[in-house]
């Protein structure tokens, strides 16, 4: 079985930095992408950022030029460096990944961390 374990959320200042870690175990071929996505209270689940396993990044235009999508293959975990934070990035995170394991191709999810960011 495969399973996704988000970690590093917390509360911080407008301005601080987080870096939240995506740790993919179990039988495991191959990741394809890794994503993260967030939820606010009231709104619908949007995508933040997208990492292929070359390397190929994409971000949503709110957090370009603040946040980092970044990936260790040899460890099969993902990471999100969010830097100059502001209260709109308060939601939870979720660490979304298309691993071909086992039973082949699927998209698995993590359970979330939260993030808060407050004066």
């Known amino acids: 079985q495969v399973q996704l374990v988000e970690s590093g959320g917390g509360l911080v200042q407008p301005g601080e930095s987080l870096r939240l870690s995506c740790a993919a175990s179990g039988s495991i071929f191959s990741i394809h992408s890794m994503n993260w996505y967030r939820q606010a209270p009231g709104k619908q689940r949007e995508l933040v950022a997208i990492i292929i396993r070359d390397g190929t990044t994409n971000y949503a235009d709110s957090v370009k030029g603040r946040f980092t999508i970044s990936r260790d293959n040899a460890k099969n975990t993902g990471y999100l460096q969010m830097n100059s934070l502001k209260p709109e990035d308060t939601a939870v995170y979720y660490c979304?990944?298309?691993?071909?394991?086992?039973?082949?191709?699927?998209?698995?999810w993590g359970q979330g961390t939260q993030v808060t960011v407050s004066s």
């Open positions: 979304s990944a298309h691993i071909i394991g086992l039973r082949g191709a699927n998209n698995y």
